[in-house]
């Protein structure tokens, strides 16, 4: 390990160069302003900070991370490579501050970088960011990004009285004389990197359970956070964008692991996620392709319980590139096993145990063995649909999302069908509205809120379909619908909604009998006696 020491020209000097560069494994930078401007306070006043370790390598990684907002050029071929394995957030704030050669990419944020140097401060830290970095008093401040840039320095200092002009001069000398300490280590493995990188993190925060599987898992041709990266553009539309890590890792242990619990990972060699990731990938698409064919969920944010991807991914992982299609009977299972997981919201709290369970048992179904998949208590009654109110990414409402889009719902008043895909792809509550609206009810005086918003008093309804319903009590809208009664009837089967609802106008009765009928529904796909 080689202990040395580096001005700041040096290291800028390097970083400009592409000697100095982040591994992709690294966090991106997170400093705040605030916390920037401490360390450049730190430096300029001589405490100490830590150093920076460097990993000296003269093979290129296949991925790297930005410096913050700024794209490094590549390397000189004939130099080797420094890897920051430590104090990445300490170099980025110092090229970042004192640089004026790169442009930040597009969209990425630097005002953190425009900081100044408060001329005759009284403040305990006289460095400052201003509102507006173009127009500024001189006299006043000074920026450092000028500190190493002598033409501009002259510019700015050239009509300041000498008692000004000493501070800056003062200023630069000190951020001249600043060294930064630099351990630095050689090596070509790896595995012994990433060793290193884990240990130095956590002394500090410590990595959560995938930035560690990133690094343990890393070698020169492998990168999970980069499969990660790419799995998770390529399924955008789907929403695993919004979702983060997590889920993918969930995944990732049931078909390594045949366990839910990510941490169970950390048994294995970093080999057996790679071999195994190509059989991994082929999981998740395949079961994402069973959710939208067969169950109508076009989104994650409509996936009750995220386990259920998990179980699925199992279910569906091969290691051929063309897998043999699913047995028909095997499919019934699976879905059975969906709808009883959900209306008994087996994993709404964690479940990893219930989980476990079932990953285990949908691996027999899969090998065509005797299994348990899907039988477990259900208790499943009226309640169900009158106790819960309409939450969007509730388990609760998201099942009862997806037993509606089983239907094929019409719309109520044009009797066209309702495109499931474009109204279940956005996963929000827009196209979801009261049969028997809020106004009408709340001009009735007698209920409340919970009892307004039950999951009973939902539907799928098209926004011109109810922006024509507005507040009309279902008898009087019911003007609009066709006036043909078996279309009519036929509108409101595909919503398992009663006719007695547009006849009579109670909402009582409404709720006993839709109730009836959700319930029914639920249990035929269930598969409930």
Request: aromatic share 12%.
């Amino acid at each position: 390990m080689a202990d040395t020491y580096h001005f700041i020209t040096d290291l800028i000097s390097d970083v400009k160069r592409g000697r100095i560069r982040i591994p992709s494994f690294q966090r991106g930078f997170v400093w705040d302003r605030d916390r920037v401007a401490y360390f450049i306070d730190s430096i300029y006043k001589g405490f100490p900070f830590g150093s920076v370790l460097i990993w000296r390598t003269r093979n290129c990684l296949r991925t790297e991370r930005n410096l913050g907002p700024y794209k490094l050029p590549d390397n000189e071929a004939e130099y080797p490579i420094d890897y920051v394995l430590d104090g990445q957030q300490r170099i980025t704030s110092i090229f970042g501050i004192f640089q004026n050669s790169l442009t930040a990419e597009d969209g990425e944020p630097t005002e953190w970088t425009d900081l100044f140097f408060e001329i005759n401060s009284k403040e305990s830290i006289p460095f400052k960011y201003l509102e507006d970095i173009t127009n500024y008093d001189p006299t006043k401040f000074f920026p450092l990004k000028y500190v190493f840039d002598a033409r501009n320095y002259r510019k700015v200092t050239r009509d300041l009285d000498d008692s000004l002009a000493e501070q800056i001069d003062e200023l630069i000398e000190r951020f001249t004389k600043a060294r930064i300490p630099v351990e630095r280590f050689e090596s070509e493995e790896p595995k012994y990197v990433a060793t290193v990188f884990e240990r130095i993190n956590r002394q500090g925060v410590e990595l959560d359970t995938f930035q560690l599987l990133s690094v343990w898992n890393w070698s020169e041709d492998f990168d999970l956070q980069e499969k990660f990266k790419e799995v998770a553009e390529e399924l955008e539309p789907f929403g695993f964008k919004e979702v983060g890590s997590d889920l993918l890792l969930k995944c990732c242990s049931a078909v390594v692991r045949n366990r839910v619990d990510p941490e169970d990972f950390m048994k294995l060699p970093g080999s057996a996620v790679r071999n195994k990731f190509q059989e991994i990938q082929t999981g998740i698409f395949r079961a994402i392709d069973f959710l939208k064919d067969e169950l109508n969920v076009f989104s994650l944010k409509l996936l009750p319980m995220e386990n259920i991807l998990a179980v699925l991914a199992s279910f569906f992982a091969s290691s051929q590139t063309q897998p043999h299609p699913v047995p028909q009977e095997q499919y019934e299972v699976i879905k059975q096993w969906f709808w009883r997981a959900c209306f008994s919201q087996r994993y709404a709290r964690g479940g990893a145990k219930s989980t476990d369970v079932d990953l285990e048992e949908v691996q027999k179904l899969k090998a065509g063995k005797p299994h348990k998949l899907g039988e477990f208590d259900v208790s499943l009654d009226t309640s169900f649909f009158l106790k819960n109110s309409f939450r969007m990414s509730s388990v609760a409402t998201n099942t009862f999302i997806l037993l509606l889009a089983q239907g094929k719902p019409l719309n109520f008043i044009q009797g066209t069908k309702i495109s499931l895909q474009d109204v279940l792809s956005q996963g929000n509550r827009k196209e979801f509205h009261h049969i028997f609206p809020k106004a009408y009810l709340g001009t009735l005086q007698k209920y409340k809120d919970d009892k307004i918003n039950c999951l009973v008093n939902f539907s799928l309804l098209a926004r011109t379909d109810n922006n024509k319903i507005k507040n009309h009590k279902p008898s009087t809208y019911r003007t609009e619908m066709p006036a043909n009664d078996q279309t009519f009837q036929e509108i409101i089967a595909t919503h398992l909604c009663p006719a007695n609802a547009f006849t009579d106008d109670n909402y009582d009765d409404f709720l006993v009998s839709r109730a009836e009928l959700l319930l029914q529904k639920a249990k035929e796909l269930s598969k409930l006696v």
